[in-house]
T-cell receptor, first 112, second 109 residues
Framework: DGGITQSPKYLFRKEGQNVTLSCEQN?????MYWYRQDPGQGLRLIYY???????QKGDIAEGYSVSREKKESFPLTVTSAQKNPTAFYLC???????????FGQGTRLTVV | GIQVEQSPPDLILQEGANSTLRCNFS?????LQWFHQNPWGQLINLFY???GTKQNGRLSATTVATERYSLLYISSSQTTDSGVYFC???????????FGTGTRLKVLA
């Protein structure tokens, strides 16, 4: 089945630790995205990547890092510099410009 | 940057009622999508509708790009329609979707 897989579904970490969220797609899409959603709020763009080995900051990139070494993978690292990391993280992909976006099922990160 | 506003922010309906959700955007866009976020957080694609009108069962959507708005119609609502509805737009020359503030819908049995 084609789709976007995010893992894990739930993640708990201690404050001060870095954590990496996984996003894999087998849709052969060029572009991939990371969004953050806080309770009762909309989605805000963290980072996006149009092609392999290239990525751009979104609106709230501080405290996050990404890599795009393979077309199908776009992992997000939440670093200790992110002040309020507890949130719901959603990964998306699109075939390219002017196309429909598809989302994974999300990862709920809780930092204690 | 572009602003995307949705109305109403909250909506409560009795099962069987119809509703219209609105998405206004402040500048021209290349693309527009409607999503339904279910109680588990998953975003489900409803419509990819940069312009024109589309229908899918009880749901339909219309985008008037020249007037910078889109409407999502839900007819004969069911309790499973509950959740949050988002519109998202892609401004020209960008590779990214900007999300609206969402409409939280609750359908009562």
């Amino acid at each position: 089945d084609g789709g976007i897989t995010q893992s894990p579904k739930y993640l708990f970490r201690k404050e001060g630790q870095n954590v990496t969220l996984s996003c894999e797609q087998n849709l052969n899409h060029d572009a991939m995205y990371w969004y953050r959603q806080d309770p009762g709020q909309g989605l805000r763009l963290i980072y996006y990547s149009q092609i392999v080995n290239d990525f751009q900051k979104g609106d709230i990139a501080e405290g996050y890092s990404v890599s795009r070494e393979k077309k199908e993978s776009f992992p997000l690292t939440v670093t200790s510099a992110q002040k309020n990391p507890t949130a719901f993280y959603l990964c998306a992909s699109t075939p390219g410009f002017n196309t429909e976006a598809f989302f994974g099922q999300g990862t709920r990160l809780t930092v204690v | 940057g572009i602003q995307v506003e949705q109305s109403p922010p909250d909506l409560i309906l009795q099962e069987g009622a119809n509703s219209t959700l609105r998405c206004n955007f402040s500048d021209s866009v290349n693309n527009l999508q409607w999503f339904h976020q279910n109680p588990w957080g998953q975003l489900i694609n409803l419509f990819y509708i940069p312009s024109g009108t589309k229908q899918n069962g009880r749901l339909s959507a219309t985008t008037v790009a020249t007037e910078r708005y889109s409407l999502l119609y839900i007819s004969s609502s069911q309790t499973t329609d509950s959740g949050v509805y988002f519109c998202a737009v892609e401004p020209p020359g960008t590779y990214k979707y900007i999300f609206g503030t969402g409409t939280r819908l609750k359908v009562l049995a």
